[in-house]
């Protein structure tokens, strides 16, 4: 028997109930709805779900979605996940807004242009950071347009925070207001990077934004599209903490109000987050630490996030924005999660960005092959028979436990890790690093590639079954490698080598065909 999936129906809850015969179960049952629907991050509706999204990261890969997106928000509509990014793009191109939703933050539906600028009359260019909202029974979507600046604001150029409203999460999202509902700049702040958050004391809505490194808060008035008034007659009020830069967002938990925001340049490496806690959503808020930033061996330009809460459970996932570890065009941006944790005390664990992929979404977003035929099935990367091909991702570990399942399908030859690679080509040996391999002649090696040349550096015997699953760790550390193959105890090989000192993971295959698994690539703890 299912709840009803409208965000808070009480007649198709009573009507349920009614199919119940217990009272206590009634009663408790309507609590725990009533609880859902003042959640923490209170702008999230009540979530239904059969199981609970417990991961350490993006488990099927990092990034989530395919494209080049940023600046995060996020929902939890009527049991499914969205985010909506803005469309990482020159300016002028940004005349669009994308959303993508899932029941299991695994598997993801893309919902393009939900927001146009032909449904706002004022917007041109630069459509921004979208914050999603249910309030009144209609979804509000808030988002900056034009990227006003202070002097055009004053001789009258119109942009700013806008707001649009439909009837469904996915949209159409028209213009509620025809104009800006923040259009000028106040105390120092950009109109810009907005979040909307309702707190579960009072039902008060407020709105947090700002760029140009400065923060304000607002009120929102109940019919959410209008600015409300503090009591001391002022509308808005500036909450600038140490080293803010843009990238608002608000979040509760505990009774604790936890003000998140961006630092550093959007464009260079030293993007990332930091946060604030105070025991009032207007502050103050002292900056406490830097939280997310940029990993070297992983992506740079980490930030501008939003939050996911699973209901009913102290799971938090961080939802951001960063540049693959290749890529040098500002806006070759994507959109991945890691899992966040807090304190005892309160606060927040620095976020680790965690590389893996089990192939759970039947997709390989973050790999790039060379050489072969590759492809995803029953959560598998796949390569069928040849004679040198491997896959890769953008990653850049030196010292690394590298784990993976292998089965071999085909073939006389070998398959196995590549790690500490770098000068990527294809062709045999196409690549500078190092290849632990297992083969159904009954061997487990290890040895060096250099742009075509092989030196094997160790050999030992082992019994390799074709079709049979085998799990392979590497691990990478103070020169000294070490493989291991089923039993992760003890290494069927140790040696030592310090040929090469860092570069990409990966899988491949010399004339045979394989399978892949349960990618996991980490810094040895």
Known sequence: MAFPSSPLNLIGVFRFFGELRSNVIVIAAIVYLIMGAVMSKAKASPIITQTIPDYTTSEAGNPFVEGWYADPDTEIYEGLYWVFPTASKTYEEQTYLDAFSSPDLINWTKHPNILTIADVTWATKAVWAPAPIFRNGKYYLYFGANDIQEDEAAEGAVGGIGVAIADKPEGPYVDAIGKPLIGDYHNGAQPIDQDVFIDDVDGQAYIYYGGHSHANVAKLNEDMISIGTFDDGTQFKEITPENYVEGSQMIKRNGIYYFMWSEGGWTGPDYSVSYAMSDSPLGPFNR?????????????????????????????????????????????????????????????????????????????????????????????????NVADARAFLDTNFTEAVFDATIAITDGSGDAGLVFCATNLATGVDGFSGYYAAISPSGTVTLGKADAGTWTPLSETTMEVSIATEYQVRVTAIDGQISVFVGDLTTPKITTTDESFVSGANGVGVCNASAKFGDISVAKPS
């Not at 939003?306 to 009913?312: A, E, L, S």
């Not at 965690?354 to 099935?377: E, H, I, P, R, S």
């Open 288 to 384: 406490l630490a830097k939280i997310l930033q940029q990993d070297s061996a992983v992506a740079k330009s980490s930030g501008h996030n939003g939050v996911f809460h699973i209901p009913d459970t102290d799971i938090w996932y961080i939802v951001y924005h960063r540049r693959p570890l290749s890529e040098s065009d500002g806006n070759n941006r994507v959109l991945a999660y890691d899992r966040m944790y807090f304190n005892d005390d309160g606060t927040i664990e620095p976020i680790k960005m965690l590389v893996k992929d089990n192939f759970a979404d039947g997709q390989m977003l973050d790999w790039k092959t060379y050489g072969g035929d590759w492809t995803v099935a029953d959560r598998k990367l796949t390569v069928a």
